[in-house]
């Protein structure tokens, strides 16, 4: 397979799979051809990929993000949940609006680069600890395995890191969990890739993305509000 061709897939597969593992999928609009059935990942897609059939029109799904969150930079601050998370580098970018619903409605915010997605998850659920927070939302990925866990403390919380291993349809992944307690929230700090562009570099910049999760009070929340 070639490199172009191998890119294309794992950039479907990474899409789709960010959205199949937390939900349904129903979003995402599918090929109107039975014997094709693909779905599109791109809201700029007129014509599936892989058979050439028109697509459906897309249904654009609105997200006001106006008031509950801010970026400045390379900074996402979110005023309902009272929490920021920077991006590492230029080469990442994140995902709001629609582009986020599309990636993943039950994400707070997603960012991504070439090769690596990750996002945040927001629960409320005051009366489950940590580590059975941890089984309801591991990964759903065939022969998974856990490559490490270790506590931590996260912006000045209770966490749990974990790294996970496992195949989307006999694709090899990394997931990489951070998970932080604060009052009845839980955070789920999800980072993942497939495993052949796990290297030094992917693992510093996800260690920067977690690092960079703080906890933050009303007002430090709502700084830099227009």
Request: glycine share 6%.
């Given at each position: 397979m070639n490199f172009l061709k191998r890119f294309f897939l794992l950039s479907l597969l990474f899409s789709i799979m960010s959205t199949s593992l937390v939900f349904s999928g129903e979003e995402l609009r599918r090929c109107v051809n039975e014997k094709c059935g693909q779905y599109a990942v791109s809201e700029t897609w007129a014509y599936c990929p892989y058979c050439g059939?028109?697509?459906?029109?897309?249904?654009?799904?609105?997200?006001?993000?106006?008031?509950?969150?801010?970026?400045?930079?390379?900074?996402?601050?979110?005023?309902?949940?009272?929490?920021?998370?920077?991006?590492?580098?230029?080469?990442?970018?994140?995902?709001?609006?629609?582009?986020?619903?599309?990636?993943?409605?039950?994400?707070?915010?997603?960012?991504?680069?070439?090769n690596v997605y990750s996002m945040v998850i927001v629960d409320k659920m005051p009366n489950v600890s940590l580590k059975d927070y941890e089984e309801i939302v591991s990964p759903d990925l065939e022969g998974l395995e856990k490559v490490y866990e270790q506590e931590t403390?996260?912006?000045?919380?209770?966490?749990?890191?974990?790294?996970?291993?496992?195949?989307?349809?006999?694709?090899?992944?990394?997931?990489?969990?951070?998970?932080?307690?604060?009052?009845?929230?839980?955070?789920?700090?999800?980072?993942?890739?497939?495993?052949?562009?796990?290297?030094?570099?992917?693992?510093?910049?996800?260690?920067?993305i977690e690092n960079s999760f703080k906890i933050l009070t009303p007002e430090e929340s709502s700084k830099g509000e227009k």
């Open positions: 059939t028109r697509l459906p029109e897309l249904e654009k799904k609105e997200m006001d993000f106006s008031g509950e969150s801010i970026v400045l930079g390379n900074v996402y601050k979110n005023k309902t949940y009272q929490f920021q998370i920077e991006k590492p580098t230029e080469a990442w970018s994140f995902l709001t609006d629609e582009a986020l619903n599309e990636f993943n409605k039950e994400a707070t915010v997603a960012m991504r680069s070439e403390e996260v912006s000045g919380q209770k966490g749990l890191k974990i790294k996970w291993s496992g195949k989307f349809h006999k694709l090899p992944l990394y997931y990489y969990y951070t998970l932080v307690e604060s009052g009845n929230l839980k955070f789920q700090i999800i980072a993942w890739c497939y495993s052949g562009n796990d290297t030094d570099q992917t693992q510093a910049e996800v260690l920067g």
